[in-house]
């Protein structure tokens, strides 16, 4: 998969298929999509094309929003890149962009750069300048133009938007074994190993602390999970806490990992940990010792879930 970062610096010499989307999850209704996509393109020996934005648009023009996404960029990719997209383009999204009209946005782009043979696109797909135009408008353009429209059906459209809220709902919710039904993967942090003040270690639950880059990624709720990661092409699991440790008095979220079996110096590293089900609330502890006594079992609830997977 090629991917540019704006829409000037696209270039091919073939007509392209394409979609324009957030694609946030690349869950399994996104996947549907853009399979029509590729096998659009493979009919019609095009190319597949994938634009999206970034920051996301309601950021930008809505001044004070925060949006919490399912994926990192680099988890973007990855996921389109798997699903066989020639093309990914990543427009930095800003005010002067919003302000292009309708007809400038077909022509300029989607016509003299991406050299589009067919769009397809959602029935409530709205663009250009304060986002007047419509789907009609756009099968008007692609009359003029020279291009195909093809609208993606409302009950796929409605499943894409119904999963979408389900996947963060259930994140916030830390039901991580639904949101990775809907995504069709499980659900994962990726962040670099760094030290933390090193109070597994004294009581033999040694912990990689990571730090996550993209503040705009999704945190899931507060608690212990079932982990896994793979290291040098080996499944390793173990034991994850996101929470602001109050046994020890703790006030800043941390996600720390205890991994089973394993021990390898990860400082500095970046890891990705998948996580498989939440096992309990994070709680205070009324001494350390007592921390340690539920950490010991918690370690035997996850080997239980873990036998079980193999």
Not at 77 to 106: C, W, Y
């Amino acid at each position: 998969m090629k991917i540019f970062h704006s829409i000037p610096s696209f270039s091919s010499h073939n007509q392209t298929v394409v979609t324009i989307g957030t694609f946030d999850g690349v869950h399994l209704g996104h996947q549907k999509i853009l399979h029509q996509i590729t096998t659009s393109a493979q009919e019609l020996k095009c190319e597949s094309l994938v634009l999206t934005f970034f920051p996301h648009p309601r950021i930008v023009l809505q001044e004070g929003t925060e949006m919490k996404q399912l994926n990192t960029l680099d988890e973007k990719k990855q996921l389109l890149n798997n699903l066989g997209i020639d093309n990914l383009i990543i427009h930095p999204f800003d005010k002067d962009f919003s302000r292009l009209t309708a007809e400038q946005f077909v022509k300029n782009v989607l016509v003299d750069v991406f050299k589009i043979r067919k769009i397809i696109i959602g029935h409530d797909h709205r663009f250009g300048r304060n986002r007047t135009a419509n789907i009609d408008d756009l099968i008007s353009f692609g009359e003029i133009y020279g291009f195909e429209v093809e609208q993606i059906s409302v009950q796929e459209i409605n499943a894409v938007s119904i999963s979408s809220t389900k996947i963060r709902n259930a994140l916030l919710e830390g039901d991580v074994e639904l949101a990775s039904n809907y995504l069709g993967y499980d659900y994962s942090l990726t962040g670099i190993v760094s030290k933390g003040k090193q109070l597994g270690r004294t009581i033999n639950f040694p912990t990689a602390n990571i730090t996550i880059q993209e503040s705009y990624k999704l945190i899931p709720l507060n608690g212990v999970y079932i982990v896994k990661s793979i290291f040098e092409n080996t499944i390793v699991y173990g034991m994850m806490n996101i929470g602001t440790r109050p046994t020890v008095d703790g006030t800043t979220q941390t996600i720390e990992i205890n991994f089973f079996d394993f021990d390898k110096d990860l400082y500095t590293i970046e890891i990705t940990v998948c996580l498989l089900k939440r096992i309990r609330f994070e709680q205070k502890f009324e001494s350390v010792e007592a921390l340690k006594n539920q950490l010991s079992l918690d370690k035997i609830t996850s080997h239980d879930y873990i036998r079980l997977l193999k």
